[in-house]
């Protein structure tokens, strides 16, 4: 049983920086493709990053392209998501998966195998 925990959540202005972490408790971390996800009170979850086992290909939502960057340290078994240029609408819980049959990343949410309890991240205007 793989646990993921985020982490670096919290309240934040309109265009600043925050950093969430996600620490993995598997042993195999780094074979593993990872992703982040939110979900917005009232909404649907929504894909917003994956990286690949090696963290040698990235993918991002159009909507967060250019201002997050999504990364990992397969030593520390963790993952990042280092977001920038905040606005209102990145407002969210955040979610952090792990794909056990995916090494390159999905945007899709069904392949995910694990998922942690979420972050909650708070833009204000």
């Known amino acids: 049983q793989v646990q993921l925990r985020e982490s670096g959540g919290g309240l934040v202005q309109a265009g600043g920086s925050l950093r969430l972490s996600c620490a993995a408790s598997?042993?195999?971390?780094?074979?593993?493709?990872m992703g982040w996800f939110r979900q917005a009170p009232g909404k649907e979850r929504e894909f917003v990053a994956a990286?690949?086992?090696?963290?040698?290909?990235?993918i991002y939502a159009d909507s967060v392209k250019g201002r997050f960057t999504i990364s990992r340290d397969n030593a520390k078994k963790t993952a990042y998501l280092q977001m920038n240029s905040l606005k209102p609408d990145d407002t969210a819980v955040y979610y952090c998966?792990?794909?056990?049959?995916?090494?390159?990343?999905?945007?899709?949410?069904?392949?995910?195998?694990?998922w942690g309890q979420g972050t909650q991240v708070t833009v204000s205007s």
């Open positions: 998966a792990l794909d056990y049959d995916n090494y390159y990343g999905t945007p899709n949410s069904d392949e995910y195998d694990y």
């Open positions: 598997s042993p195999y971390f780094s074979g593993y493709s």
């Open positions: 990286i690949s086992w090696s963290g040698g290909t990235t």
